[in-house]
């Protein structure tokens, strides 16, 4: 038996199929990372980090809810009315309802200045789809200049403006031809304009601009009270701008103007623009005043203003000279150098004076001045009573002479020479008076016949008013109510009075001033049947160069009349003034040129307002009388 180990057959490994290789996907690769990535976390995780982690998380939660606490909170506390008020807003809109504004009235109740309704025409130049076609268009309906059809094409044009005016305030007829014309972008709506029922009345009534505010006349005066406080309308609306029916709506309504009642009387202003303007284009006048003022109340029953345009044309829609013009007054002035000495007792109707015909001033000085009577005469003997009569120049230095300077000048400001009427009307000037101690040369003596002092048509008549309303002051009104829009009446404030001179005194001097009318420079300011009282002014006007003559050598005339009648029982005093008549023409004195319109313009008052003369009163009767001597 061999040692040697028996030899085994080596056993080969049994072969197994071999398996499908597969590819190593994307989520085997994450899947590694991930494995390895949590490894490593969890290797370095430790337990007090873990809570310091979730403190801060939970700490950074609470202070976001905590700031959204406090957010609400502010919301609905302290934020909360401005936000509702923002979303109110927001869903709300506001119409503005314009008010009314009051209407003009004369003294008798008859429309002067009315509101009436009236369209506007817009155009939306986004909306517009060719702006030069649609300029042309609007330019044929509405008679547009080229200038402004060029003007409206460039604003049409403008895409970034959503609004612009074509035209304003137009007649609701041009209105609709413009809307038949089915323009893209144009539209109209309402808006109130005003006007006046009689044209002449413009220099009075004055006009409003095209949003309804007073610029002139009344209309600025007492825009005020014309203007009334306009409503509103608030409705809140959905997301299609369409009314909310269950929303509170808000409806404020408009509060029209109150009405004014003024002391106009239509009818006759109409006559007196009539008459006035007829004299002062038959004459080549540059314009013409005529105020009529009811003696006792110093209510303003018609003032008129004409004046010539720079084509020639005449016409009464301009300024109201009456009350911003001022110029010197002549020999209407007389009537208070007289009416002063007379109350000073310096001098009587029958006191005597030796006049000359001419004489110089101031001889041998800077202010050397021949100064004539109104007419040529030697020396000659004159009555007071004539020197008015014949409007002596000379007489009246005389018989203003017997008074101081000083004295003087405080009667022209008793008479309201210098400061503004009680009517404060817009514009109005308190004309010129200056200081007695700045009276220098011939001012020393000329104020006497009405030269170194401007007032205006209001003053004067006003002043002269004095003597007819028994030598009381009375300020002139044109406002006598306001009516409220339920209808109640509230007299307007009484003018100021104050006793000027003496009921005697005013009594001699409206005796004098009749014998003007019967005998003197006004006779033909008479009227027939009934006593008339007057006084003439024919002035000089004062050039620019600083004298009473042109370049030329030519004087222009300021031509005037103030009188008041029944003479024995005044009702009316009556201005009329007529500035620069033809020069050449012998209508350019206060006798020619302004008398006849007082006469009648007289007898126009005495038709229309029933005047009837007082018993006895039978106008001027009988030759001049003898103490007078021979007319001039």
Same mark, same amino acid.
């Given at each position: 038996?061999?040692?040697?180990?028996?030899i085994?057959?080596?056993?080969?490994?049994?072969?197994?199929?071999?398996?499908? $290789?597969?590819?190593?996907g994307?989520?085997?690769?994450f899947?590694?990372?991930?494995?390895?990535?949590?490894?490593?976390?969890?290797?370095?995780i430790?337990a007090?980090?873990?809570?310091k982690?979730?403190?801060?998380?939970f700490m950074?939660i609470?202070?976001?809810?905590?700031?959204?606490?406090?957010?609400?909170?502010?919301?609905?506390?302290?934020?909360?009315?401005?936000?509702?008020?923002?979303?109110v807003?927001q869903?709300t809109?506001?119409?503005?309802i314009?008010?009314?504004?009051?209407t003009i009235?004369?003294?008798?109740g008859?429309?002067?200045?009315i509101?009436v309704?009236?369209?506007?025409?817009?155009?939306?130049?986004?909306?517009?789809?060719d702006?030069?076609?649609t300029?042309?268009a609007?330019a044929?309906v509405?008679?547009?200049?080229p200038?402004?059809e060029?003007d409206?094409?460039?604003? @049409?044009q403008?895409?970034?403006?959503s609004f612009?005016?074509?035209v304003?305030?137009v007649?609701?007829?041009?209105?609709k031809?413009v809307?038949d014309?089915?323009?893209?972008g144009v539209?109209t709506y309402r808006?109130?304009?005003?006007?006046?029922?009689t044209e002449?009345m413009?220099p009075i009534?004055?006009r409003?601009?095209?949003?309804?505010?007073?610029?002139?006349?009344?209309?600025l005066?007492y825009?005020?009270v014309?203007?009334?406080v306009?409503?509103? @309308?608030e409705?809140?609306?959905n997301?299609?701008?369409q009314?909310?029916?269950?929303?509170d709506?808000d409806?404020?309504?408009?509060?029209?103007?109150?009405?004014?009642?003024?002391?106009?009387?239509?009818?006759?202003?109409?006559q007196v623009?009539?008459?006035?303007?007829?004299q002062?284009?038959?004459?080549?006048?540059?314009s013409?005043?005529?105020?009529?003022?009811h003696?006792?109340?110093?209510e303003?029953?018609?003032?008129s203003n004409?004046? $010539?345009?720079?084509?020639g044309?005449y016409?009464?829609?301009?300024?109201?000279?009456?009350?911003v013009?001022a110029?010197?007054?002549?020999?209407?002035?007389?009537?208070?150098s007289?009416?002063?000495?007379?109350?000073?007792?310096?001098?009587t109707?029958q006191?005597?004076?030796?006049?000359?015909?001419?004489?110089?001033f101031?001889d041998?000085?800077?202010?050397?001045?021949?100064i004539?009577?109104?007419?040529?005469?030697?020396?000659?003997e004159?009555?007071?009573?004539k020197?008015?009569?014949?409007s002596?120049?000379?007489g009246t230095v005389?018989?203003?002479?017997?008074?101081?300077?000083?004295?003087?000048r405080?009667?022209?400001?008793?008479?309201?020479?210098g400061?503004?009427t009680?009517?404060?009307?817009?514009?109005?000037?308190?004309?010129l008076?200056?200081?007695a101690?700045?009276?220098?040369?011939?001012?020393?003596?000329?104020?006497a016949y009405?030269?170194g002092?401007?007032t205006?048509?209001?003053q004067?008549?006003?002043?002269v008013?004095?003597?007819a309303?028994d030598g009381?002051?009375?300020?002139?009104?044109l406002?006598?109510?306001t009516?409220?829009?339920?209808?109640v009446?509230t007299?307007?404030?009484?003018?100021?009075t104050?006793r000027v001179?003496?009921?005697?005194?005013a009594?001699?001097m409206?005796?004098?001033?009749?014998?003007?009318?019967?005998y003197?420079?006004?006779?033909l300011?008479?009227?027939?049947?009934m006593?008339?009282?007057?006084?003439?002014?024919?002035?000089?006007?004062?050039?620019?160069?600083?004298t009473y003559?042109?370049?030329d050598?030519?004087?222009a005339?300021?031509?005037?009349?103030?009188?008041f009648l029944?003479a024995?029982?005044?009702?009316f005093?009556?201005?009329v003034?007529?500035?620069?008549?033809?020069p050449?023409?012998?209508?350019?004195?206060?006798?020619t040129?302004?008398?006849?319109?007082?006469?009648?313009?007289?007898?126009?008052?005495?038709n229309?307002?029933?005047?009837?003369?007082?018993?006895g009163?039978?106008g001027c009767?009988?030759?001049?009388?003898a103490e007078l001597?021979p007319?001039?």
């Amino acid at each position: 038996m061999s040692n040697t180990a028996p030899i085994r057959r080596a056993q080969r490994p049994t072969r197994r199929a071999p398996e499908p $290789r597969r590819t190593q996907g994307v989520g085997d690769f994450f899947g590694a990372i991930s494995s390895y990535g949590v490894t490593k976390m969890t290797d370095n995780i430790h337990a007090g980090d873990m809570r310091k982690r979730i403190s801060a998380m939970f700490m950074a939660i609470f202070v976001v809810l905590a700031l959204v606490y406090l957010r609400v909170l502010v919301l609905q506390t302290w934020k909360a009315a401005e936000y509702r008020e923002l979303s109110v807003e927001q869903r709300t809109r506001s119409q503005v309802i314009r008010a009314e504004r009051g209407t003009i009235y004369d003294r008798d109740g008859a429309e002067l200045a009315i509101p009436v309704p009236t369209r506007t025409v817009f155009a939306d130049p986004r909306e517009v789809t060719d702006p030069i076609t649609t300029a042309r268009a609007l330019a044929m309906v509405l008679q547009l200049t080229p200038e402004a059809e060029i003007d409206l094409a460039a604003r @049409l044009q403008n895409k970034s403006s959503s609004f612009t005016y074509i035209v304003r305030q137009v007649d609701t007829a041009i209105a609709k031809a413009v809307l038949d014309l089915d323009l893209p972008g144009v539209a109209t709506y309402r808006e109130e304009g005003r006007v006046l029922t009689t044209e002449g009345m413009r220099p009075i009534i004055g006009r409003t601009d095209l949003d309804g505010v007073g610029i002139g006349g009344i209309e600025l005066q007492y825009n005020d009270v014309l203007t009334g406080v306009d409503g509103k @309308l608030e409705r809140e609306v959905n997301s299609r701008n369409q009314s909310i029916s269950s929303a509170d709506s808000d409806y404020v309504p408009a509060v029209r103007g109150q009405n004014l009642v003024t002391s106009i009387h239509r009818t006759l202003q109409f006559q007196v623009d009539g008459i006035l303007q007829q004299q002062v284009e038959r004459i080549l006048a540059r314009s013409g005043t005529a105020i009529v003022m009811h003696t006792q109340t110093g209510e303003i029953y018609a003032m008129s203003n004409v004046r $010539r345009n720079d084509d020639g044309t005449y016409s009464n829609n301009s300024g109201n000279i009456a009350a911003v013009e001022a110029h010197e007054p002549g020999s209407v002035a007389k009537v208070f150098s007289v009416a002063a000495a007379i109350e000073d007792g310096t001098v009587t109707p029958q006191s005597v004076f030796k006049v000359p015909g001419k004489q110089v001033f101031n001889d041998g000085t800077q202010w050397r001045q021949e100064i004539k009577d109104a007419y040529p005469h030697g020396l000659e003997e004159m009555t007071v009573r004539k020197i008015l009569v014949d409007s002596s120049n000379l007489g009246t230095v005389q018989i203003s002479k017997t008074l101081s300077l000083e004295r003087n000048r405080q009667w022209l400001s008793a008479f309201g020479f210098g400061e503004k009427t009680s009517l404060q009307f817009p514009g109005e000037t308190k004309g010129l008076l200056k200081l007695a101690r700045n009276w220098q040369g011939t001012e020393t003596v000329t104020f006497a016949y009405g030269y170194g002092y401007a007032t205006t048509a209001l003053q004067l008549v006003s002043a002269v008013n004095v003597v007819a309303n028994d030598g009381v002051y009375i300020g002139p009104k044109l406002v006598t109510a306001t009516v409220s829009e339920a209808g109640v009446s509230t007299p307007t404030a009484a003018t100021p009075t104050r006793r000027v001179i003496s009921s005697a005194t005013a009594s001699t001097m409206r005796g004098l001033m009749t014998d003007v009318v019967c005998y003197g420079t006004a006779q033909l300011a008479k009227l027939q049947g009934m006593s008339v009282a007057g006084k003439t002014g024919t002035g000089y006007i004062r050039q620019d160069n600083g004298t009473y003559l042109k370049d030329d050598g030519s004087r222009a005339y300021f031509a005037s009349f103030v009188g008041f009648l029944p003479a024995n029982k005044p009702q009316f005093t009556v201005l009329v003034s007529i500035d620069e008549p033809d020069p050449s023409s012998r209508d350019r004195f206060g006798g020619t040129a302004a008398a006849p319109v007082f006469s009648r313009i007289g007898q126009v008052i005495v038709n229309e307002l029933d005047l009837r003369p007082e018993p006895g009163d039978t106008g001027c009767v009988g030759p001049r009388p003898a103490e007078l001597g021979p007319s001039h």
